[in-house]
């Protein structure tokens, strides 16, 4: 069995997709979707190559830094980057993901992360460290979007409305936040 290292919370932490977003919503995604994140889904393991994974020199650092935290983000930047993610349920009713980076040249590198439910009943992704972020979670186009609060003057506000990809395509560059792109 598959273990992750952020520690469980002492309520239900089981994030409901489908009562988060909603019957209509849930039932616009491909059968594949609500099979992966349906209430009892099994555990899963995805192997792919990223594109590129990218951060700009306040990135890089910022990850170099956040090593020390346990790798709540990817600490290198490459390109055609071997990776799997391993999608399975926590002690506590959440889901984690590991994330397992093959950056050429080094060795293998876990990112992992938990999205479950806050005590207030809120989505958010629980990072090492104590670390976490809120999450909304919204169906649209067929794909089931995650998106973050994006800042500290933010918190607990998701602030971006459109497709990650549409609103990344607009950014020259990334300030600060590594960026990877999906799985094929």
Not at 22 to 31: A, I, K, M, N
Not at 81 to 97: E, H, I, R, S
Not at 129 to 134: D, E, H, L, N
Request: proline share 5%; glycine share 8%; hydrophobic share 45%.
């Amino acid at each position: 069995m598959l273990a992750i290292s952020i520690p469980a919370v002492d309520y239900p932490a089981r994030a409901d997709i489908r009562r988060l977003i909603g019957e209509t919503q849930w039932l616009s995604l491909p059968v594949a979707v609500r099979a992966r994140f349906a209430e009892h889904a099994a555990s899963a393991e995805y192997a792919g190559t990223f594109d590129e994974v990218s951060a700009s020199f306040a990135g890089k650092l910022l990850a170099t830094c956040c090593r020390l935290l346990g790798t709540p983000v990817a600490p290198f930047t490459g390109s055609n980057v071997p990776a799997t993610v391993n999608v399975f349920a926590t002690t506590d009713g959440g889901t984690a993901w590991q994330r397992t980076y093959r950056f050429a040249g080094r060795k293998a590198c876990v990112v992992e992360s938990v999205k479950r439910l806050s005590r207030e009943g809120t989505l958010v992704e629980a990072l090492p460290a104590g670390m976490r972020m809120a999450l909304d979670v919204y169906a649209g186009d067929g794909v089931l979007h995650f998106m973050h609060a994006s800042s500290p003057r933010n918190y607990g506000k998701v602030v971006l409305d459109q497709r990650l990809s549409d609103y990344l395509y607009h950014f020259k560059s990334d300030a600060g936040i590594l960026v990877a792109r999906p799985l094929k």
